[in-house]
């Protein structure tokens, strides 16, 4: 059973989707500020959280912070605000994923999913099964048979995030944003380097495709 740390301040809400996710099958720690969720996920161990960003004695984006400096827990944003900016500040955050009130119960059971999912295709050693590759992010390899390659503290981010949305595109600006800091000609003109470098670097299995959506993002393909 997957163990959820929620974290909403609004006991109503909180209670409705604690109800519904132990339906769906998994074990819920409901706190209701950002304080008192931090000690729970320091004395407890969850596959996901969920956190909203409005909250009292600690916002989420604080909490994020600390848990993702603190392990690297997979965690969705829940929250009313849809400005691009705080999607932007969440992503940078290292986010997995975020979804804006109100939402369906649906889509979020198939957004944690989806996370969960990813996660768990990386195995014990922290490898990720890239089609014929193996890439490993702590230590920043990159593996096809006997061809080893060491990748750049950037080249492993960016691969990362791609892997990390498979089959997805990713926005270009929040790539910048996450990577260079800023949105800006010059940064985009490195990153299109960066993206070049890592076809390179995967050319080797005909099944992986990094392409570029004009105007919109980066999708890495694995037929």
Known sequence: MKKILLVEDDNNLG??????????????DHQTNGEEAWK????????????????PKMDGFDLAKKIRS??????????????????IEGFKLGADDYITKPFSMEELIMRINAIL?????????????LGKYSFNYDERILK???????????????????????????EKQ???????????????RSMDVYVSKLRNYLKDDNSIEITTIY???????VK
């Open 15 to 28: 209670a409705i989707l604690s109800e519904y996710l132990s339906f769906k099958g998994y074990e819920v």
């Open 215 to 221: 105007g919109t993002g980066i999708k890495l393909i």
């Open 174 to 188: 929040i790539i910048l944003k996450k990577l260079w800091g800023e949105d800006s000609y010059f940064a985009a």
């Open 144 to 170: 096809i048979e006997d061809n080893v390659k060491k990748l750049t503290a950037k080249e492993a981010e960016l691969l990362k995030i791609l892997c990390d949305n498979k089959n997805k595109v990713v």
């Open 117 to 129: 999912n990813r996660y768990n295709h990386v195995n014990l050693n922290g490898n990720v099964e």
């Open 40 to 55: 729970a996920f320091n004395s407890d161990k969850y596959d996901i959280c969920i956190i909203d960003i409005m909250m």
């Open 70 to 87: 603190a392990g690297n827990a997979p965690f969705l944003f829940l929250t009313a605000k849809s400005m691009v900016e705080d999607k």
